[in-house]
T-cell receptor
Framework: GNSVTQMEGPVTLSEEAFLTINCTYTATGYPSLFWYVQYPGEGLQLLLKATKADDKGSNKGFEATYRKETTSFHLEKGSVQVSDSAVYFCALTNQGGKLIFGQGTELSVKP | NAGVTQTPKFRILKIGQSMTLQCTQDMNHNYMYWYRQDPGMGLKLIYYSVGAGITDKGEVPNGYNVSRSTTEDFPLRLELAAPSQTSVYFC?????????????FGSGTQLSVL
């Protein structure tokens, strides 16, 4: 079946450090891929998405490239800020059109 | 801009009690969803609805019921609460299918069953 696997957290970085959060997936067909972010005490928000192979999604300095050959959708940011501290969820759509989420990766950025 | 509103934010139940988690959206979205989030796990889909009067099961529907009498409201009912239902519950909505349109989430309900 379809599934998403993310790197375990928590990830702790200093401000201005480079961020990578790994995400790999298993899917039949050609799913769309998403990153959602959950700030403390809030619901999830869509951060970025990519709908086909080699697409790059980007938003707020975050980027992720849909790599079909490695079944990956890693999230990157060149210089993180304290305000980026949150839980990040990778997700894909299954053939029924519903989202399947990874387990989430907590990011903590220290000043 | 209310978006998706969930109530209550926190609740403690005793085993065997029942309760309803409320969810309302003001964006005229057709699709609504209930997810549960367990520690270290991703969100699991409980139930979803594609429009008023239409509901369907997700991955983990056992122990829950839903109804969708209006476009705005999508309550989740727990009839006989069990400790395994201790979780954080999120309601979400989207204009189109969640795989094509982005989901808007409420801020969650933290439920403990003791």
């Amino acid at each position: 079946g379809n599934s998403v696997t993310q790197m375990e957290g928590p990830v702790t970085l200093s401000e201005e450090a480079f961020l990578t959060i790994n995400c790999t997936y298993t899917a039949t067909g050609y799913p769309s891929l998403f990153w959602y972010v959950q700030y403390p005490g809030e619901g999830l928000q869509l951060l970025l998405k990519a709908t086909k192979a080699d697409d790059k999604g980007s938003n707020k300095g975050f980027e992720a490239t849909y790599r079909k050959e490695t079944t990956s959708f890693h999230l990157e940011k060149g210089s993180v800020q304290v305000s980026d501290s949150a839980v990040y969820f990778c997700a894909l759509t299954n053939q029924g059109g519903k989202l399947i989420f990874g387990q989430g990766t907590e990011l903590s950025v220290k000043p | 801009n209310a978006g998706v509103t969930q109530t209550p934010k926190f609740r403690i139940l005793k085993i065997g009690q029942s309760m309803t988690l409320q969810c309302t959206q003001d964006m005229n979205h057709n699709y609504m969803y209930w997810y549960r989030q367990d520690p270290g796990m991703g969100l699991k889909l409980i139930y979803y609805s594609v429009g008023a009067g239409i509901t369907d099961k997700g991955e983990v529907p056992n122990g829950y019921n839903v109804s969708r009498s209006t476009t705005e409201d999508f309550p989740l009912r727990l009839e006989l609460a069990a400790p395994s239902q201790t979780s954080v519950y999120f309601c979400a909505s989207s204009y189109g299918r969640g795989g094509e349109e982005k989901l808007f989430f409420g801020s969650g309900t933290q439920l403990s069953v003791l």
